[in-house]
């Protein structure tokens, strides 16, 4: 039985085939392993040492993008060509197109008795006739159960009254209404079931471009309408393109109204977005988390795609080292390295400072996320497979693919880890000599302290210089009874112990101690 993988795409192929007998034969073992029929075959018998001129109509399934499809499926039977080391040409390739009408929908139900009307009815009675009739079309309480999927009212009444085998037969009077409510005809143009499952899948990334565009100007307000007006531009050329999509996919409604829904669906998007940069907890970066949400989204869909591209032999040597970072981001003491390169700034060392279990948890994920950056290039690898972009596998791709991987792991190390470690230490000294707070660092929050001694000053050992009361300092953190003050003027690191000193804390540099 030959192999039937999962596929999104059909395509029927008209190829050449120059080969003796045995050539042919390994060519129809790989298509029957492969899952692809062969629809005809004409040509001559060729025999096992004379070489004869084949023609196969075959179809070729695959999973993907039905976007660049024809050159995917041409490309997919020449590499079937090339590892059997064959003589063969693929004279034309079309695209197998079968998108079903998606019908309306109806249920069965039981019609209620009326009276013929011979003679004047009461108008209770009447009333009751018609509120029982709009009950049964409308709201469903005489329905049979029986759903019907039918293009017209008269083929969905005659299947509403056709018996089936096993059912119980069909109540009389029976009739049809639409699953939606009304029983009254409207003339409805049909539409393709993948076509409208796309046109959703193309508003919702609208929509969520809405949102982001919604956030973004919320968190550049502040900053003056210079500052936004871009954004402002986007949403301007976002709302015509969502139209334009929906125009050329829900032909049947109305332009007007399709224009008024576009509209509430986009202002619907840029109210989220504005809602959610405003209640972010840190004013401004609402956005900026919203981008890393979708970034994250996309990286992940890429890998899923390819992952059904390939099969897991071939993606695991691939995924087996993408997933070291989620390794390193386990362990809560990986992410400490970072704080290594903050405190080197203060001239301290990691044991110096303590830091809470759960800031290097955080921190953990943090070098996770920026080690992680490496699986933009397989995710940009999906998308090129899901496209039919990178079908023949050629050592050059490969080497591309392998020197993007290092450089985004290299880049994403040191850009998104080390380096701003390193930087965000040398502003918190910066802060420090010119007398402002430094900004905390993942559990460590630097703060202007008055230092008061507890006994005789003389007697406190103090490692890294001469302790002055009457001077502020910065407190750094502590560690096993040991606190570290920084002296903004001299530059220096000193570490005394705690149960010596009285440390009276102030959110800004007092001029003196007293």
Known sequence: MPHRSRFDQRAVALVELRGTRLECEMFEEALAERGWPVLEKRGTSASATTERRVWYTIEARFPGSPLNAVRGARERIEVVSDDLQLDLNVEAVDRVVRDPVDRLHWMAYRRPPVHPRTAPLPRLRRWSERWALWRAENMGSQDTGRLITATSASAAQHLAARPLPGATPPPAPVAARRYAGSSRRRPTRLGNRRQAARTFVWLFAFMVAAVWAGARITDRWAQGPG????????????????????????????????????????????????????????????SQVLTYVIAGFLVF????????????????????????????????????????????????????????????????????ASMSLWLVALSLLGYMKHYHRFIKDRWLGTTALVAATF????IGTLDNGVLPAGRAGEQAVAAAKAGRTPSPYFGIKPEWVCVQPVGEPEKIPVDGGVL????????????????????????KALKLPMNRLRIVPFDDRPPTCG
């Open 407 to 410: 450089y985004l792991l290299v």
């Open 301 to 368: 869909n890429g890998i899923r795609l390819l992952v059904r591209q390939w099969t897991w032999q071939r993606t695991a040597p691939w995924l087996l080292p993408a997933l070291l970072p989620v390794f390193f981001g386990l362990v809560p003491t990986a992410g400490l390295g970072l704080h290594t390169f903050y405190l080197e700034a203060f001239g301290l060392n990691l044991e110096d400072v303590s830091v809470p279990k759960a800031w290097q948890l955080v921190v953990s994920f943090k070098l996770m």
């Open 227 to 286: 500052s936004w007006w871009g954004f402002a531009l986007f949403v301007a050329a976002l709302l015509p393109a969502m139209v334009a999509v929906a125009r050329r996919n829900l032909p049947e409604l109305p332009a007007p109204a399709l224009a008024a829904a576009v509209t509430v669906l986009a202002a619907f998007g840029l109210g989220i977005g504005a809602d959610t940069a405003s209640e972010a907890p840190v004013r401004g970066e609402g």
């Open 468 to 491: 002055a009361p009457s001077r502020p300092y910065v407190k750094v953190g502590d560690a096993q009874g040991t606190v570290v003050l920084w002296d903004a003027g001299a530059g």
